[in-house]
């Protein structure tokens, strides 16, 4: 008599108390997530964009403040704190972008939008924002 499968577990809904610590998460998931933080760090951080672009086109006397912000800081807050909110938002850009241009891949390529697919462009939407946000994070820190 042949071996009857084993019922697998149906999860209907996740309870945030007992399933959040076990659930997995796809990868495409976690990359969908990710665009939606990333456009609403963008957002936040709009003023802060707006300053910078100011700042550095005005003249050359507002555009040396510019770059002593990121080296002394400004006021309160210091140069080291300038530049990881502008890496967070070199980060959203770049992540921002990627996914953006996965979606219109998707859109016009229907293979892209089966699982294996879907997962390996997720993956390598993970690894280009964060790895081009790394070299220009480098870049910013002063490391070349």
């Not at 019922?7 to 959040?20: G, M, Q, S, V």
């Not at 555009?63 to 140069?79: D, E, L, T, W, Y």
């Amino acid at each position: 008599m042949p071996e009857l499968a084993k019922k697998r577990p149906e999860f209907r809904n996740i309870n945030a108390l007992t399933d959040l610590r076990t659930y997995r998460l796809p990868v495409a998931a976690l990359v969908s997530i990710l665009h939606r933080i990333s456009g609403v760090i963008m957002f936040v951080l709009m003023p802060f964009i707006i300053w910078m672009f100011d700042t550095s086109v005005s003249s050359e006397i507002s555009f040396s403040r510019f770059k002593a912000a990121f080296n002394a800081g400004i006021g309160f807050v210091p140069g080291w704190f300038i530049k990881i909110v502008a890496l967070a938002l070199i980060w959203a850009y770049l992540h921002h972008f990627i996914a953006g241009l996965r979606h219109l891949w998707m859109d016009v390529n229907h293979h892209a939008v089966e699982k294996k697919a879907g997962a390996t462009t997720a993956t390598a939407t993970l690894v280009l924002s964060i790895g081009l946000a790394l070299v220009l994070g480098a870049k910013l820190f002063g490391l070349y």
